[in-house]
């Protein structure tokens, strides 16, 4: 079973092997022309034992989402593995609440472990880095991306599983690692994670006869394909998130000079965050229109 965003939908890795630079992946459901690190990995698990892989993740989707809209598709029957990769569209909007993902995550970590599933999670890398931003916006970005990365601590210190922490991984920083937008894996990023996942489970005594195949259908894109991307995709897409994003930059990075700021670890955020409502699918694709 699978929860979470794009990356588990499998935006990035066409299912027909062949290269896109469409990779809005606005409101894309598992199947619907993507493949993915989790399709891979339930392949590679069904060559040793009879396997039913259901795939909830949704593109666009955010912690709250995950809590409160996928987790009930699940049901309530026994589950042996459930993969939760969840966050980083969280961390790119003003609306970032770590009190709240927090809760959620441990919300749908309890229920998933309850079942009998083996969690299946990951520490994000320095996104920023692979984006290339400069280091004004790249700071505030990875301060959020490491207090989700507490959160993941803190659930795999208390319900065990697997976590994969993506820093251990060099080609993470190499650009074949991506698809063209650099936020999603391309080919090759879903094929490593499904491997990575899939040789701790054998470490862990589980038999996988066939383990995902590292090698590639179609080569990374140029460097005019990632100038092409940008004129056409990146620039309106940085445009669109401009009124959203750019102030909240701006303001984290003022506040991280000051001398007197105010504490910027994670135990300077609330615990909870009440009166804020829960993220939609309406909302997020509004967001990502």
């Known amino acids: 079973m699978a929860l979470g965003d794009s990356t588990t939908v499998g935006v990035g890795d066409p299912m027909n092997g062949s290269s896109t630079t469409d990779l809005s992946g606005a409101g894309a459901r598992p199947g619907e022309g993507w493949r993915g690190w989790a399709s891979l990995l339930a ?37 042996d593995i459930a993969s939760l990769i969840v966050g980083v569209n969280d961390t790119l909007r003003s609306t970032f609440d770590a009190g709240r993902i927090r809760e959620h995550l441990n919300l749908v970590a309890e229920q998933l472990t309850a079942r009998g599933a083996l969690l299946l999670t990951v520490r994000f890398h320095d996104h920023g880095k692979v984006f290339g931003l400069p280091k004004w916006l790249r700071r505030p970005l990875w301060h959020r991306i490491e207090q989700v990365n507490v959160v993941f601590d803190d659930l795999h210190a208390r319900y065990g599983g697997i976590r994969l922490d993506m820093a251990d991984y060099p080609e993470v920083y190499r650009r074949d690692f991506w698809s063209i937008d650099r936020l999603h894996p391309g080919e090759r990023g879903h094929r490593k994670l499904a491997r990575a996942f899939a040789d701790e489970l054998t470490v862990r005594g589980l038999r996988i006869d066939v383990p995902p195949e590292l090698d590639c259908a179609y080569r990374s894109p140029s460097r005019w394909a990632d100038a092409m991307w940008l004129v056409r995709e990146g620039v309106p897409w940085v445009g669109r998130r401009a009124n959203d994003l750019v102030p909240w930059a701006a303001r984290m990075a003022v506040t991280q000079v ?9 135990l300077a955020l609330p615990s909870s965050s009440i009166g804020l409502p829960p993220s939609t699918n309406a909302e997020v694709q509004r967001l990502e229109a």
Do not use: C, K, M, Y
């Open 258 to 266: 000051r001398p007197f700021g105010r504490p910027s670890g994670p």
């Open 43 to 79: 392949d590679s698990l069904a060559s040793s034992h009879r396997v039913t892989f259901s795939n909830f993740a949704t593109s666009g989707a955010t912690v709250p989402i995950v809590a409160t809209e996928q987790l009930p598709e699940t049901g309530d029957d026994p589950i």
